[in-house]
């Protein structure tokens, strides 16, 4: 029983440490997925991410398509 006592006297008493991020992706993670408040800007980001994306390789094909061909 000695053991057992001694283990959780052992134990960190209060709350644990908030975490902290060491890098850009871990911080992302901290902001926007758990925490206290998670929310789905993740998913607006992705949204748009791909909308930009999208835009820019339409518009380099584009421009690829008038150095070859006319209107």
Same mark, same amino acid.
């Given at each position: 029983?000695?053991?057992?006592?001694?283990?959780?006297? +052992?134990?960190?008493? !209060?709350?644990? @440490?908030?975490?902290?991020?060491?890098?850009? =992706?871990?911080?992302?993670? *901290? +902001?926007?997925?758990? !925490?206290?408040? @998670?929310?789905?800007?993740?998913?607006?980001? =992705?949204?748009?991410?791909? *909308?930009?994306?999208?835009?820019?390789?339409?518009?380099?094909?584009?421009?690829?398509?008038?150095?070859?061909?006319?209107?």
């Amino acid at each position: 029983m000695k053991r057992v006592v001694g283990f959780y006297e +052992k134990l960190p008493r !209060g709350p644990a @440490p908030q975490p902290q991020a060491k890098g850009f =992706l871990q911080w992302y993670q *901290l +902001k926007y997925m758990s !925490g206290r408040n @998670p929310s789905a800007a993740p998913l607006f980001h =992705l949204i748009g991410g791909l *909308l930009v994306m999208n835009y820019a390789n339409q518009y380099y094909f584009h421009l690829r398509h008038h150095k070859n061909n006319a209107h």
